[in-house]
């Protein structure tokens, strides 16, 4: 696969996943745009200066700010090619009627509210030029409900049926739009959290980076809507 002067987006770039995914495009010579909520969080997770990595610091919950920073990037580069909304976070423990308010509303938050608020930045601008790509993070535990994950697995569901609604509403318009639902990804957060499990069960970033770049390639162009899972030998 090529992305030879491609445009790609990466929410919640300063994550783990969201460096192997730009690893992987950076390698094939795309260009990416690196959002995620704070300089300091990009500076850490890609130090120095790359032509090709340009990166934004935005809060993807403002969804004016998110509008106006994607649309500079858009007025720059001309056009936006792929989204990849890795941007989202975890909650377990709490039984469903032992939630309190807070936990539900951030998860909805970072999984649910991210990728409306990006896709609303980008989708208008991939319709003007004729076609794009998104690739979204949905989970494998969200397939049913989890005891003690409800918040998380409502909020991946979610995301999940935004997808698939997204992939109806886009494809007469040449956009792709998928998901990937990986299991537990192999990270030093999760090998520190559970050191009895033994991290080769897990996804690899770089495996998981693999598969969204499938998705965000022209040999994807007839894969709408799938939920496609990642997951490793667990």
């Known amino acids: 696969m090529t992305f030879e002067n491609q445009t790609i987006v990466v929410t919640g ?4 996943l969201g460096r192997a ?3 992987g495009f950076h390698a094939t010579s795309a260009r990416l745009i690196l959002v995620d ?5 990009l500076n850490n997770g890609f130090p120095g200066d790359d032509d090709r990595l340009v990166k934004v610091a935005v809060d993807l919950l403002d969804r ?12 720059e580069f001309g056009k936006i090619d792929s989204l990849v909304a890795l941007a989202g976070g975890f909650h377990m423990g709490d039984a469903v009627h032992d939630t309190p308010d807070d936990k539900w509303d ?6 649910v509210r991210t990728l409306i608020h990006s896709a609303a930045a980008v989708v208008p601008h991939m319709i003007e030029q004729g076609g794009g790509n998104i690739v979204t993070v949905g989970a494998n535990v969200a397939l049913k409900g989890v005891a003690g994950m409800g ?3 409502a909020s991946k569901s979610t995301v999940m049926r935004l997808t698939e609604t997204m992939a109806g509403e886009l494809r007469d318009k040449a956009i792709n739009v998928n998901s990937v639902l990986p299991s537990i990804i192999d990270t030093p957060i999760n090998r520190a959290d559970m050191p009895d499990v033994d991290p080769a069960l ?10 969204i770049m ?11 809507g799938a939920l496609v899972p990642v997951v490793g030998l667990s």
């Open 37 to 41: 909520a704070s300089m300091e969080f």
């Open 106 to 111: 951030l998860m909805h938050d970072l999984n």
């Open 21 to 23: 995914v730009a690893a």
């Open 202 to 211: 897990w996804v690899a970033p770089t495996d998981l980076a693999a598969v």
């Open 151 to 153: 918040a998380y697995c």
């Open 64 to 75: 004016v700010a998110t509008l106006n920073a994607l649309a500079k990037v858009h007025a």
């Open 13 to 16: 770039a300063a994550g783990n």
């Open 214 to 224: 499938f998705l965000c390639s022209p040999q994807a162009s007839a894969v709408h």
